[in-house]
């Protein structure tokens, strides 16, 4: 079995496991549902298997993140995240050295937010670079520490797969800010 679907049966047992502890929980939640815009800043790492800078392997690339979240349920969100790697480098791609340099990233995901801090994401995107323009898929993880009513510092692990050039795994950082609520 391949990891890609090893992931996806993983991360879909994993929603169907939450979703089903959540059918008790919080039912009051849904009727007072208010829609509200989130933005976050992201710190973060991304792990690039076979990525060379040179003749030096470079496993780990730093990566700056940008997100913008709608909530239009109580267990689901639309957002668009984006990401820029700040280093160069090649992916191997069929016997050939591919050349990213400083790729930007943007994706449309789907948040369903399995838990009240915990969410789960996917969704295709599309990576933009001098060089090679490449269309991706990426899967997600976010957990959220409240720290204010609209402050939050989040963990947010995500695996991209882009059009079987490569693949990247981001740990990151990110700091979420509640921007907009629909009052009353």
Known sequence: MTFKVSFILILSGLISFASMAQETEEPEREKSHIPKIRGAIMMANSHVPN?????????????????????????????????????????????????????????????????????????????????????????????SFEITEKFEIALNLAYESKQDVYNAWTFGIAFNKLLWEKEE
């Open 51 to 143: 990525a060379f800078e040179g003749d030096r392997r470079v496993a780990i690339i730093p990566t700056w993140g940008l997100d913008i979240d709608y909530y239009f349920h109580p267990k689901w969100s639309v957002a668009f995240q984006a990401d820029m790697k700040v280093q160069s480098f090649e992916v191997e791609k069929e016997e050939v050295l591919l050349e990213r340099s400083y790729p930007f990233s943007g994706a449309f995901v789907l948040h369903y937010h399995a838990k009240r801090h915990w969410s789960f994401y996917a969704g295709p995107g599309y990576e933009f670079e001098k060089n090679e323009n490449l269309s991706f898929f990426r899967f997600g993880s976010e957990y």
